[in-house]
Each structure stands twice: as structure tokens, then as C-alpha cells.
């Protein structure tokens, strides 16, 4: 019995990280890349997943969050040709969101005076307090996310992230 126990505690934890170790060999280092961008890959997936669900019980997802969110962190009035490419989405993909959010009264879109393809988007006052009740309730994901984390661990991590995307 305490065999087993023993035994179990040295297995890796089930964090759905496959040891890559296997496949490269003695290439460690090609291991460890795949197995940080794979790390990076499954967080971001299980991260949007959990927060769909946290907003599906207000009717809102990740994609109508990051659509305000992105909305109110730039320049009033950003069009949304811009406003596509600051998210790195396709613009057909923005303007579906922006036709439900528009819909919803979250948003409002104008047409440029001088150039009439171009439209811009601006949160509504409903837009401002739906972005709001998102942010709290994705804050308190984060918050038991992130708990057993130190503060020196999320400053390395961010140091971490930082780094990675620079090289990209």
C-alpha cells in the first residue's frame, strides 16, 4: 500500500501535457519547445472555454468580451477594419459579432463622412455596463485561476510570454 502511494506521487501530474520526451529522443530541447507551446496552446483553449461558460449564464462569450474589450482599449470611433486587425481576426468574423452586439444595443456603428465603406464602432452605455459585468466575472476566474500562483511566478510568467511574443 504505501508502495503505491509512493509511486503515484512521483508520476507526473495529469495536466494533459504528453511527454514529448519519447518522440525527440535525446533532443530535450526540442521536447521542452513542444511541450511550452503545447503547455501555451491547451491553457489558452481551456481558458476560453471556462470563460464561455461563465458568461453563457449572462448570454455572452469570450468573442463578444474581446470584441468590447477591444473596442473600449482603442481610439474612439476605431473603424472596423482596424478594430479586426488589432484583434487578428478576419473582418467578415468582426462584423457578424458587431451585427449581434449592434442588435443587442452594445454597440453602434457610423459610416465615415468621407468615405463611405469605412464604418466605426463605439460602445453604448448598455455596451459599457455588459463589459463591466464581464470583466468581474472573468476577474474572479482569473483570481482562483491564478491563486496558487506567487506574484514573483506571475511576473516570470508575463517576463515569459513577453519574450515568446516578441519572437513571433
Same mark, same amino acid.
Given at each position: 500500500?504505501?508502495?503505491?502511494?509512493?509511486? $503515484?506521487?512521483?508520476? /507526473?501530474?495529469?495536466?494533459? @501535457?504528453? %511527454?514529448?520526451?519519447?518522440?525527440? =529522443?535525446?533532443?530535450? +530541447?526540442?521536447?521542452?519547445?513542444?511541450?511550452?507551446?503545447?503547455?501555451?496552446?491547451?491553457?489558452?483553449?481551456?481558458?476560453?472555454?471556462?470563460?464561455?461558460?461563465?458568461?453563457?449564464?449572462?448570454?455572452?462569450?469570450?468573442?463578444?468580451?474581446?470584441?468590447?474589450?477591444?473596442?473600449?482599449?482603442?481610439?474612439?470611433?476605431?473603424?472596423?477594419?482596424?478594430?479586426?486587425?488589432?484583434? $487578428?481576426?478576419?473582418? /467578415?468574423?468582426?462584423?457578424? @459579432?458587431? %451585427?449581434?452586439?449592434?442588435?443587442? =444595443?452594445?454597440?453602434? +456603428?457610423?459610416?465615415?463622412?468621407?468615405?463611405?465603406?469605412?464604418?466605426?464602432?463605439?460602445?453604448?452605455?448598455?455596451?459599457?455596463?455588459?463589459?463591466?459585468?464581464?470583466?468581474?466575472?472573468?476577474?474572479?476566474?482569473?483570481?482562483?485561476?491564478?491563486?496558487?500562483?506567487?506574484?514573483?511566478?506571475?511576473?516570470?510568467?508575463?517576463?515569459?510570454?513577453?519574450?515568446?511574443?516578441?519572437?513571433?
Amino acid at each position: 500500500m504505501a508502495t503505491r502511494r509512493k509511486q $503515484r506521487s512521483q508520476d /507526473p501530474p495529469n495536466d494533459g @501535457i504528453p %511527454d514529448f520526451s519519447r518522440e525527440f =529522443g535525446s533532443d530535450r +530541447r526540442a521536447a521542452s519547445e513542444l511541450a511550452l507551446t503545447w503547455s501555451i496552446f491547451v491553457a489558452a483553449r481551456k481558458w476560453k472555454a471556462k470563460v464561455d461558460h461563465a458568461l453563457s449564464t449572462h448570454e455572452q462569450t469570450q468573442a463578444r468580451l474581446e470584441t468590447l474589450s477591444s473596442i473600449a482599449h482603442r481610439p474612439k470611433g476605431i473603424t472596423q477594419a482596424d478594430l479586426a486587425k488589432f484583434m $487578428r481576426i478576419e473582418g /467578415p468574423t468582426l462584423v457578424r @459579432i458587431l %451585427d449581434r452586439l449592434e442588435a443587442d =444595443g452594445l454597440v453602434t +456603428r457610423r459610416v465615415d463622412a468621407g468615405d463611405g465603406r469605412r464604418k466605426s464602432a463605439t460602445l453604448t452605455d448598455a455596451g459599457r455596463a455588459a463589459l463591466a459585468m464581464q470583466r468581474r466575472t472573468v476577474a474572479a476566474l482569473r483570481k482562483d485561476a491564478l491563486a496558487h500562483l506567487s506574484d514573483r511566478e506571475i511576473d516570470a510568467g508575463i517576463a515569459l510570454l513577453r519574450k515568446i511574443l516578441r519572437g513571433l
